[in-house]
């Protein structure tokens, strides 16, 4: 019996699963910066001032500012200036407006992003089989409204529902953001749901732990993928070979050696060519 059989929803997370990055941060920063009349800022020193000012802005107002009911804008308008001075950047007010109104301008549109090809036809494809199709996602309110339906991934054709952490104030890897996408869904019981990504911290470990099926996708053939594998996760390359997995008999899907197992074979090998 395959497992799609046993499912009623299938989860999805956005980023690096459904879509990937255009380009690089530096390019929309430096655009930006050139739009206000300034030089490029080094591409080096802003990804890393951003990766530092994005954390600490997570840290301190988790979910976009959701408890503190802080605006959208405005978070984004702390995490850009701090990134820009933590890059050693640090513009007068009227300049920065200029340049954060272009940067929060891009990244709330499709510009920065493309779906993977292989995206839309699964999604379709899952709703065709009479399943549930959720969004699982770390983002804000704009990825709902505005880039997900740009890139041609709507809710209602592609996906019926979505569990945001800026709209509902809870993030992955916490696993009530999973209990939230199972009622969402209609209280659907856990083991009839699967839920699909691309990080073992914040997608995998998290809606095991509720009891739903999950597999990781390994689209950029990622260093930390053969210990995903032997930790007993599912580990495949896109949502082609999702659903082909999904659709065969479960009793033939292959198993995953241990490294142990897999010194044990070699053994077995030499003794018998030795015998």
């Known amino acids: 019996m395959s497992l799609l059989s ?18 690089h941060l530096g390019d929309y920063y430096c655009m930006a910066a050139k739009s206000a009349g300034m030089p490029c800022p080094d591409y080096n020193r802003v990804h890393e001032g951003f990766k530092v000012a994005y954390t600490e ?10 408890a503190a009911k802080m605006p959208n804008i405005e978070w984004w308008r702390t995490c850009v200036k ?8 640090d513009y007068d007010e009227e300049t920065f407006e200029k340049i954060f109104r272009r940067i929060y301008s891009a990244f709330g549109s499709s510009a920065p992003y493309s779906a993977f090809p292989d995206a839309l036809p699964f999604l379709r494809w899952a709703r065709v089989k009479g399943l549930t199709v959720g969004i ?9 409204d505005v880039i997900l339906p740009a890139l041609g991934l709507n809710q209602g054709s592609e996906w019926d529902f979505g569990v945001f952490s800026g709209i509902v104030g809870v ?20 083991e009839e749901a699967l839920h699909i990504g691309d990080s073992m911290r ?3 470990t ?13 689209r950029f053939k990622t260093a930390d993928a053969e210990s995903w594998r032997q930790s007993g996760a599912t580990v495949l390359p896109d949502l082609v070979a999702t659903q082909e997995w ?29 015998a």
């Open 136 to 144: 699982v996602s770390n983002a804000e309110y704009r990825y709902k």
């Open 202 to 204: 914040k997608d995998y």
């Open 57 to 66: 802005m997570a840290r301190q107002y988790p979910c976009f500012g959701f």
């Open 82 to 89: 701090n990134s820009f001075v933590k890059a050693g950047y």
């Open 171 to 190: 993030e992955k890897p916490d696993p009530r953001i999973y209990k939230i996408a199972l009622e969402m869904a209609g209280n659907i019981a856990p």
């Open 246 to 274: 999904l659709t065969k008999n479960q009793n033939e899907e292959p198993k995953h050696e241990t490294v142990a197992a897999q010194v044990l074979n070699r053994m077995s090998e030499k003794l018998k060519m030795g």
């Open 6 to 23: 046993k499912l009623r929803l299938i989860t999805v997370d956005v980023t690096g699963t459904l879509i990937a990055y255009k380009g």
């Open 206 to 218: 998290p809606a095991r732990s509720v009891g739903m099926h999950a597999l990781l996708l390994d």
